[in-house]
Each structure stands twice: as C-alpha cells, then as structure tokens.
C-alpha cells in the first residue's frame, strides 16, 4: 500500500503542472500546442482523478478518469486538430479586452480573490484538510482563467479551447469538494463534444450566408460531394 | 574570517573562471547540432579568450575613460557577485557576501557599465543595443525581485548561503514550490545572460541584437574579459538554479573528497541543464521587443502565486 502523504504530495505537483498549463492556455499563439496543451491539461486530471482512487477508492473516481481520458484526451483534440488543419489557420494572435500579459495578472489577482472567498466559506477545512482546499481553489481558479480566455481572444478555435478549460475547472472542483454523480460528468463530456462538433461547423462559416457557407465547406475540404455541383 | 572561507573564496573564483566557457561552448555545440551542423569544438571558448589576450587593444577616438574601465568594472562585479552563489561548497556566511539584494545590484552594476560603454564608443549600433538593455533591465527588475522575494520567503533567510542550505536539508526536488520557483529562475537566467527568445547571443550584425551590440566597439583583452564575464554571469546564473532545485552532492565541510565529488556532481548538473538550454534556445525563435514582456509576466506570475501560497497556507 502506498502511503497517502506521498500521494497528496505527488497530486500537491500535478497541481502546479495545471497552473502552468493554464498560464499557457491564456498566453499561447500557436494553436497547435494550444490543443496539446488542453489535452495535457485533461490527462493531469485523469492522473489526478487515478491518484484520488488510490486515496479514497470510491470506484466513481476511476470511471470519471476513463471517460475524461477518451473524450478529453483522445477525442476532443483529435477534432480540434483535424478541423485546423482544414481550415489552415496556424496561430491566434488577435485579442479583445486584454492582453495575454494582462490576463496573466488579473488571474493571479482572481486566484487570490477565490482562495479568500473559499477560506471564508470553508473554514476549518482549509486546515484540516489542506489538498482539498487547494483543489477547490484550483478548480474555481481554472474556470475564471478558462473564461477570461474564452473572452480575450477572437478566433472561435481558442474561444472553445477556453470553455473546455472552463469546464476542466468544473472537473477538478467536482473531484475535490463535491459527489458529482457520474451521470452528471458524463453528460457534461456527451455536451462538450457535441459543442466541439458544432464549432467544426461553426468556425467555418459563422459569418456567412447559407449559400456561401456551403462553398466555403468545399473550399476547407469539410464536406466532400460525390457528384460535382454544377 | 576562518581559513575556510578564504579557501571557500579561492576555490568559488577558481572554478567559475574554469568553468564558465565550458558551459557556454557546450550551448553552442547543442544548438549546432539541432540544427544539423557540427559545431565549434567544445572548447573552442577557450581558445577564443587566449587569442583575445594576445590581441591589442584599439579604442575609438571618440571613447573616454569610460570605455578603458568598463571591462574591468564588468568582471570585477560580476566576479564579486560569483562569491555569493556557492558552486559546490556552502561555507558559514561572513559580512554580507550571500546576501540575494546586494547579487542582483552587484549584476545590475555590471550591466549599467556594460551599457555605458556602448554608449561611450559613439556608434550606432552601441547606442540602440545600451538603449535596448536598460530598457529591459527597467522591465525585468520588478519580476527579478519579486522571485528573489519568493525565494526568501520560501527559504526564510535573504541569504544564499543559507537558502542553499536550507535546500540542501530538505532535499526534495518535486515539491510544488520549488517547480514553480525554477521555472521562474529559468526564465531569470534567459534575460540576464541574453539568451534567444528575448536577445540573440549568435549575432553581431542584425539590428536586433542587444547584448553583442554593446560589445561591437571592444577588442582584444577587453573583449576578452567582457566574453569571459558573461559566461561567468551564466555560469553563475544556472548554480543558483542548479544548487537551489537539485542541491543532492553540494558539500557543507571542507573535504577534499567532499569537494571533488561536488565539482564532478555539478559539472554534470551544469552539463545537463546546458544543455536544456540549449534545446529550450534552438527550438524558440526570438520574440518581438515588445512581446518579451510576456515572457516576463510567466515568471512574476509564478512567483506570486509562491508568495500568495507561502503566506497565506
């Protein structure tokens, strides 16, 4: 049996490599490492979530893990991979509202805000038990950071990228504070890939006619006819 | 002052002098190789500082005393700021040396000389590559010290010494802190020694360059020492590094063996994190002038996050 200190310590790490995972969401201009890095974000958590099972053994845990993995780490990215390379759009350097060197310090203050906020709602708790107070504090953090991204850039490509990091956030907060019944994250992952199957569609051709849109599915390679449209 | 200290002084200088061009040269060589060509030889550093010395000197008509005393002024800061950062000994501290406040204004002193001698020299590219430097220097102070601050609050001490030993008695490498910390000090050391994302160390004729372009107008034995104390100020940059994340092998009494397996354990470490470097540079392509600031924002957010976790946890 392995000692749950060493597991804590160890989950107390992967904690910083989701940190620096959402640094990088929100400041990162090449969308290929964009996605990479959302799904090394998504398989921190099913570590994180295996790690848990080994502490508590609720076997929720381990299915929570299995389904993140296939949906968040495999299916998801593998989407927003192939939808890039048809539309060929390599980099997102355009931003609303902030700069990224911005959005990095109002996420540290935000993070401040949270951890207060949480110490004052659960108090006693962040002493006694200190990894899950941090993983609470995590989980709300990663969220505003997933919203701050989804409203500082411009491409809907990274406006996706930052709600499903949104919804990581839900994941990690669900892991540590609350019983989120299975069947809740299991229909959260069937909505997130039917919204990452909307985007395919709606990236292409959001701001064009019914007519144009149709044109521009060929021109992407999206949608191949069999006969030749005359 | 015990004998063991003025041992620790002779032997600190000693070895960073040797050192220092090894570590450099072995960048290059890792940077050449991902990009498929063979490279200077590993110690070609070496024999490029030798042929400086026996060159002559030759200074603008327009420099001033400036000039003549800036590669001193360089090397003697950047020396004196070596003996803060023990390499493979950690001695009792005595009279300030190791105080972290007094390194970063030590390599500050160093880099407003250096800026004034390119200004001094009258030429163009002098003048931008100073203007560029300070400009940066203005940017990346607030985040140097705010890491610097991170470091002592997590080691409760503002000393070196202490926060070395006080690494090296924990002796744990993964905790969270400490990732978060030498993240931060990595990109530190890519500012202060003008490594590719935010400077190019290969060029000495594009318009980007900020650190070779003070250097343009130096020649011969000061060239020489400006090289040199450059790859000392790398040298040092990485044992803080080095010694701080991993600090297994570093020795706290003076034993010949004790200091030997801490030389051939931190010439291996070096080695190791040269070439990190060296991939981390050749796989980067170098920022805007304006986009560098990003770069900076990564390390001050980390090492508030740190500070906000010390504190308050």
Redesign the interface.
């Given at each position: 049996m392995i000692e749950s200190a060493f597991l804590a310590?160890l989950i107390?790490?992967l904690?910083?490599g989701i940190?620096?995972t959402a640094?990088y969401l929100i400041?990162a201009r090449n969308l290929m490492s964009l996605v990479s890095v959302y799904s090394l974000q998504s398989f921190t958590l099913v570590i994180i979530a295996l790690l848990l099972y080994l502490i508590e053994g609720s076997p929720v845990l381990l299915a929570i893990a299995a389904i993140t993995f296939a949906s968040k780490v495999l299916i998801i990215p593998y989407f927003i991979a192939t939808i890039q390379e048809k539309i060929r759009i390599k980099r997102d350097i355009q931003f609303h509202f902030l700069?990224?060197?911005s959005s990095?310090?109002l996420?540290?203050g935000l993070?401040?805000l949270v951890?207060i906020a949480l110490?004052q709602v659960m108090e006693g708790i962040a002493e006694r038990e200190?990894l899950f107070f941090?993983g609470s504090v995590l989980g709300i953090s990663l969220m505003l950071m997933g919203m701050m991204v989804t409203f500082s850039r411009k491409r809907a490509l990274t406006k996706v990228l930052g709600f499903l990091s949104m919804e990581n956030g839900v994941l990690l907060f669900g892991l540590f504070v609350t019983e989120l019944p299975f069947i809740i994250e299991f229909l959260i992952v069937i909505d997130l890939i039917i919204l990452v199957l909307l985007t395919t569609i709606l990236t292409v051709g959001l701001d064009s006619t019914l007519e144009d849109y149709h044109k521009r599915l060929h021109r992407f390679h999206l949608w191949e006819d069999t006969e030749e449209v005359a | 002052m015990s004998t063991d200290f003025i041992l620790y002084l002779l032997l600190n200088t000693a070895l960073v002098l040797l050192i220092a061009p090894l570590f450099s040269g072995l960048i290059k060589k890792v940077k050449a190789w991902t990009q498929g060509r063979q490279g200077p030889p590993l110690f070609q550093q070496y024999f490029v500082l030798v042929k400086l010395v026996k060159k002559e000197v030759i200074y603008s008509p327009n420099a001033s005393w400036v000039m003549r005393a800036a590669p001193l002024v360089n090397m003697a800061a950047i020396l004196v700021a070596a003996l803060f950062v023990p390499l493979v000994f950690v001695p009792e501290p005595v009279g300030g040396i190791g105080n972290i406040i007094l390194f970063m204004y030590l390599l500050a002193l160093a880099r407003f000389f250096m800026a004034l001698a390119g200004l001094d020299a009258g030429s163009s590219f002098g003048g931008m590559g100073s203007s560029r430097e300070m400009s940066f220097s203005a940017i990346i102070e607030p985040t140097t010290i705010i890491v610097f601050a991170a470091l002592a609050i997590v080691f409760k001490s503002l000393d070196i010494f202490a926060m070395f030993a006080g690494s090296l008695a924990t002796g744990t490498l993964a905790t969270p802190t400490l990732i978060l910390i030498g993240i931060s000090l990595f990109i530190i050391l890519v500012v202060e020694t003008s490594r590719i994302p935010v400077d190019n160390p290969e060029t000495h004729l594009e318009l980007t360059m900020v650190h070779e372009g003070m250097l343009l107008e130096q020649s011969g034995k000061n060239l020489a020492l400006m090289e040199l104390s450059a790859a000392v100020k790398l040298t040092i940059m990485m044992a803080l590094l080095i010694n701080l994340v991993i600090p297994a092998g570093l020795a706290l009494t003076l034993t010949t063996a004790g200091i030997l397996l801490a030389a051939l354990l931190f010439v291996l470490k070096g080695s190791v994190l040269a070439v990190i470097i060296g991939l981390f540079e050749a796989s980067m392509a170098k920022k805007r002038l304006f986009q560098v600031p990003s770069l900076f924002a990564m390390a001050f957010f980390f090492s508030t996050l740190i500070i906000i976790i010390e504190v308050l946890a």
């Open positions: 310590g107390k790490v904690f910083v940190i620096i640094a400041t700069s990224p060197t990095l310090l996420s540290m993070m401040l951890y110490s200190n941090f | -």
